[in-house]
């Protein structure tokens, strides 16, 4: 052993590894996470990592693969590279490994720490970058006029209170990819009227809205994720809100989660906007529709309290639901999430496509979720198919249906 050796110190050079170390040694390498092993549910060989369907599928691209990377760096056997970003960063950071581990490994945790390690030493991905200093720079990660994010309410035959000047109950926060992508402001639209027929006094940011720091957390830039969370909670404390509802998955996992200390202290409660639309005890039609549900991984594995039966609940009351072979925790990613789509396009494609595969197995005409993310990765996917299927958010039915 070399001095060199003698003095390495993990603690002392890997600060964000350090948080979830306790994750890396708990691994045992038993490799549960190279396939579901519920196979009643997930027959199919590559089980529920989209990781490994569609790379080489080589050991790093599964979990245990990331965890033995992990454990060697911490054990300074192995230094972070270029060549092992490249790697690291084709992965969704869905969490399916998560739930076929005994341990009920937090899985995510570690790859979005092995990010930060990379990024802290300049190891990161161009892609990234370019995005996390867009979303400090201009409040959106798109690189445009954060000045567009108020565009979507002038297709809006009501007023909806500006929530830097005007106090209102409910902030209802939009998200990047509803608020600038033309076509998903449908999401938007329908949520504001939503809320508007529900009779909720109810507020957004517009124009001023900042990006809530997803994308930096998920890819490891936690410089710009500090950024605009300190900006979001100056926002929030100036508007005295109470409520948040965001249609968006990744928002909401961000808000709920990555915030919760933050939010606690402001006494300000985070919901999915179908939780609190439950809350009013809506009555909906039946539309006459049959569609399946796909399970955004933010709204499902990324949180504590998994958002599986309610979406279902609300969608059975408009549509007969069928059901695809992944569903809920075992659900199969769209691939859009972890910086994959940003990065690496065409994988991401792939794995959008092998979902629509299995929506399309169903028979149903629409394939719905809560998630503008996975809505835009799954359009893309049924364009590039030709696929009959149609995209839609559940928002867009329930306001058919009020
Ligand atoms: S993460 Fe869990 S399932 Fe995967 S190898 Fe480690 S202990 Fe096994
Ligand atoms: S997070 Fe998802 S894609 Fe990444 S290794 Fe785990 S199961 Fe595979």
């Known amino acids: 052993m070399t001095e060199a050796d003698t003095k390495f110190d993990p603690k002392k050079k890997y600060k964000y590894l350090k948080k979830v170390k306790n994750l890396i040694l708990q691994c045992i390498s038993c490799g549960d996470c190279r396939e579901a092993t519920d196979y009643t549910s997930v027959p199919k060989k590559w089980g529920v990592c989209v990781a490994r369907e569609h790379s080489t599928g080589f050991e790093p691209f599964f979990g245990r693969g990331k965890m033995q990377i992990a454990r060697s760096i911490w054990q300074g056997k192995l230094e ?8 690291l960063y084709q992965c969704p950071t869905c ?31 161009e892609d990234h970058l370019i995005m996390n200093r867009a979303m400090v720079e201009k409040l959106n990660p798109y690189q445009r006029d954060n000045k567009e994010k108020g565009e979507w309410l002038k297709q809006l035959d009501f007023k909806v209170k500006d929530a830097s000047k005007e106090k209102a ?17 449908n999401v938007a639209i329908n949520t504001a009227k939503v809320l508007n027929k529900l009779g909720v006094d109810f507020a957004v940011f517009g124009e001023n809205e900042v990006c ?26 100036n508007s005295g809100l109470k409520t948040i509802v965001t ?21 300000i409660e985070v919901l999915h906007t179908i939780e609190f639309i439950d809350k009013k005890n809506p ?117 058919q249906a009020l």
Request: charged share 30%; proline share 3%.
């Open 80 to 87: 972070l590279s270029k060549d092992l970003a490249e790697v």
């Open 95 to 125: 969490n399916a490994c998560s739930t076929t581990c005994y341990y009920d490994m937090d899985n995510a945790a570690v790859y979005e720490a092995l990010r930060a390690e990379l990024v802290d030493r300049e190891l990161g991905l």
């Open 169 to 185: 109950e409910v902030l209802y926060f939009v998200g990047c990819t509803a608020g600038l992508t033309p076509e998903i402001k």
């Open 212 to 237: 809530c720091g997803s994308v930096a957390m998920r890819t490891g830039d936690r410089k710009a994720y500090d950024s605009v969370v300190e900006k979001n909670i100056e926002l929030f404390q």
């Open 247 to 267: 249609s968006c998955a990744g928002c909401y996992k961000t808000l709920k989660k990555d915030y919760r200390k933050k939010m606690k202290k402001l006494g």
């Open 283 to 399: 009555k909906l039609k039946n539309l006459g529709i049959t569609a399946t549900y796909h399970d955004p991984c933010h709204t499902g594995r990324g949180v504590d309290e998994p958002l599986y039966e309610l979406p279902r609940k609300l969608l059975a009351q408009m549509a007969e639901i069928k059901e695809m072979q992944t569903i809920k925790e075992n659900a199969k990613c769209c691939g859009a999430g972890g910086g994959v789509k940003k990065a690496f396009p065409d994988f991401s494609l792939e794995i959008a496509k092998s979902r629509i595969e299995e929506a399309e197995e169903t028979g149903a005409e629409y394939l719905v979720s809560i998630c503008p993310f996975c809505y835009r990765n799954l359009s893309d996917a049924i364009k590039a198919k030709g696929s009959k299927l149609k995209m839609v958010d559940l928002l867009e039915l329930i306001i």
